[in-house]
């Protein structure tokens, strides 16, 4: 299980890493800072899946979760997104400390 989350977390971080590669790209191409949000990736990637997935959000919870919610996140850049996630799994798959309690 573990290493499950370790596996993640660097696939994860792999990706936030060619986000912000691309960003960086992009900001060096255009001679100032431009950072491209997981909305406008996963529109150029699979906007079929972006449209699905927008319309199922809607339909089971209502408007408002994706408008207030699901939307907020996805302006977020790409690479924050990513690395988070990929911090998250990361310290979720740490080895743990063992520690011996002697009682008496």
């Known amino acids: 299980m573990l290493a499950t989350f370790r596996i993640l977390a660097g696939i994860f971080l792999l990706i936030a890493a060619l986000a912000g590669v691309y960003d960086a790209t992009r900001s060096m191409a255009a001679d100032?800072?431009?950072?491209?949000?997981l909305?406008?990736?996963w529109s150029n990637i699979a906007p079929s899946l972006l449209a699905a997935a927008q319309g199922a959000v809607r339909r089971s919870a209502g408007a408002p979760v994706w408008d207030q919610g699901i939307a907020r996140v996805l302006q977020l850049p790409a690479w924050s997104v990513f690395a988070g996630i990929g911090l998250l799994c990361a310290?979720?798959?740490r080895r743990r400390r063992r520690v011996n309690v002697f009682a008496n």
């Open 32 to 37: 100032r800072l431009v950072m491209a949000s």
């Open 39 to 41: 909305l406008e990736h």
């Open 91 to 93: 310290y979720s798959g």
